[in-house]
């Protein structure tokens, strides 16, 4: 919403997960909002258990984080029983830890929202992937791509009948364009009907991937290119 009403010139989200997959709130809303991928980042995540001071780890019962922070500790959280609480983001999980100050209660974080909220550090990486990364997207209101760029993510929604979705990925086969990600996510209002998130390789000035979008745009329904970069 700020990168659509210029009150932000780039706004960052995550879009997908080693460990836990597509974001896929996020994926909905890049439909739902007029932004342009400009830039994508892989940062490692590193889950932090967070109390208030003088808690240990013994005094916790309930949890509070993201609900893909949550999944992506699962192991830890069920080993050791604990209650699991969705909030809005990690950031909200420790603001409320410290406002309800009660030493049974935990926020699963970064160490730097910890020394920000004035939280100490009940238990260090307690993902269950120690390789846990997230892959973020930069967002812009503005339809720039980059010349140098090697990646294009797009969405299309196919006609609900047989062989749909195997003719259309057969405009990248015959313009020998790579597919390295495909996602669905259900159409709300459709049951049973899906569009799908695809990445590929390529440019677009390239002469296969003009062709291939050309196919692409003439055969789906709510076609839109979401980035190239």
């Not at 919403?1 to 995550?14: L, R």
Request: hydrophobic fraction near 40%; charged fraction near 20%.
């Amino acid at each position: 919403q700020a990168v659509v009403n210029a009150d932000a010139a780039y706004g960052v989200i995550p879009f997908e997960n080693s460990y836990t997959g597509e974001v896929g709130d996020m994926l909905d809303m890049l439909l739902e909002y007029d932004v342009s991928i400009q830039y994508m980042y892989d940062l490692k995540i590193c889950q932090n258990l967070l109390g208030v001071p003088g808690a240990s780890l013994e005094d916790i019962r309930q949890v509070y984080s993201h609900p893909q922070a949550l999944m992506q500790c699962s192991v830890f959280l069920n080993d050791n029983g604990l209650k699991q609480i969705s909030v809005e983001n990690t950031a909200v999980a420790a603001k409320r830890v410290v406002k309800e100050g009660d030493k049974s209660q935990a926020a699963i974080a970064s160490e730097i929202a910890g020394q920000l909220y004035g939280l100490e550090l009940l238990k260090p990486s307690i993902q269950n992937n120690q390789g846990n990364t997230t892959r973020f997207v930069i967002l812009a209101n503005r339809k720039v791509y980059q010349k140098a760029a090697g990646k294009i993510s797009l969405c299309f929604e196919l006609p609900h009948t047989s062989g749909s979705l195997y003719n259309m990925l057969g405009n990248f086969i015959f313009n020998h364009v790579n597919m390295i990600m495909i996602e669905s996510r259900p159409i709300p209002g459709k049951n049973w009907e899906y569009r799908f998130f695809v990445d590929i390789e390529g440019n677009l000035q390239d002469a296969g991937v003009q062709n291939a979008l050309r196919g692409i745009g003439t055969e789906a329904q709510n076609f839109k290119i979401l980035g190239n970069y």
